[in-house]
């Protein structure tokens, strides 16, 4: 059964950059016809897709969040990774990674980490 | 953008009711229309994909159904683990894009 975790600090200072990281068990960070997305969510809001990054490495990107966003992968720890610079308190979420297939909606979610941005 | 409006925001309903959800699309995306469930402090749960399948192990009580724009999301018999928040959506194009939930509350 794929698992994916989240990790990283839970508390980010204003202007900083938000550095999140996503191990994926249970199955190959590799194989081709997947998808792995970063999803956040403000507490008492609603889901926001951040980026997406596909198995042959290219990366889509929401475009309100394009210009501080990368999304990167490290096959050989089979991790995927966020980063979110200049962050505000706008950025406060719960954010999650996930996978989806081709043509197929996000099925597999981690657990959510909340970030907080504050001094 | 294809902004993905639901209705409605929130509704109050009892144990053994059929409640629908509506799901409206600001531009068509065939049926590239997916339904999640999410309880507080736990992450989406995938219930419905491609406007009408649904996915392993959700119960038939869940339906839905739509193409183009206009979709529903339909609960035939309100359980108590039926209470909970519910996200449309679409995958048709990015950027990836949700309604904005619908609350599912007891009556």
């Known amino acids: 059964q794929l698992q994916l975790q989240e990790s990283g600090p839970g508390l980010v200072k204003p202007s900083e950059t938000l550095s999140l990281t996503c191990t994926v068990s249970?199955?190959?960070?590799?194989?081709?016809?997947?998808?792995w997305d970063w999803i956040r969510q403000p507490p008492g809001k609603g889901l926001e897709w951040i980026g997406s990054?596909?198995?042959?490495?290219?990366?889509y990107y929401n475009p309100p969040l394009s210009s501080r966003v990368t999304i990167s992968v490290d096959t050989s720890k089979s991790q995927f990774s966020l980063e979110l610079s200049s962050v505000t308190a706008a950025d406060t979420a719960v954010y999650y990674c996930?996978?989806?297939?081709?043509?197929?909606?996000?099925?597999?979610w981690g657990q959510g980490t909340l970030v907080t941005v504050s001094s | 953008d294809i902004q993905m409006t639901q209705s409605p925001s929130s509704l109050s309903a009892s144990v053994g009711d059929r409640v629908t959800i509506t799901c409206r699309a600001s531009?068509?995306?065939?049926?590239?229309l997916a339904w999640f469930q999410q309880k507080p402090g736990k992450a989406p749960k995938s219930l419905i994909y491609?406007?009408?399948s649904l996915q392993s192990g959700v119960p038939s009580k869940f339906s839905a159904g739509g193409s183009g724009t206009d979709f529903t999301l339909t609960i035939s018999s309100l359980q108590p683990e039926d209470f909970a928040t519910y996200y449309c959506?679409?995958?048709?194009?990015?950027?990836?894009?949700f309604g904005g939930g619908t609350k599912v509350e007891i009556k």
């Open positions: 531009q068509g995306i065939s049926n590239y």
């Open positions: 990054m596909s198995y042959s490495g290219s990366t």
């Open positions: 959506q679409q995958y048709n194009s990015y950027p990836l894009t």
């Open positions: 996930a996978r989806r297939e081709s043509y197929r909606p996000t099925v597999y």
């Open positions: 491609a406007a009408s």
């Open positions: 249970g199955g190959s960070i590799r194989s081709s016809g997947y998808y």
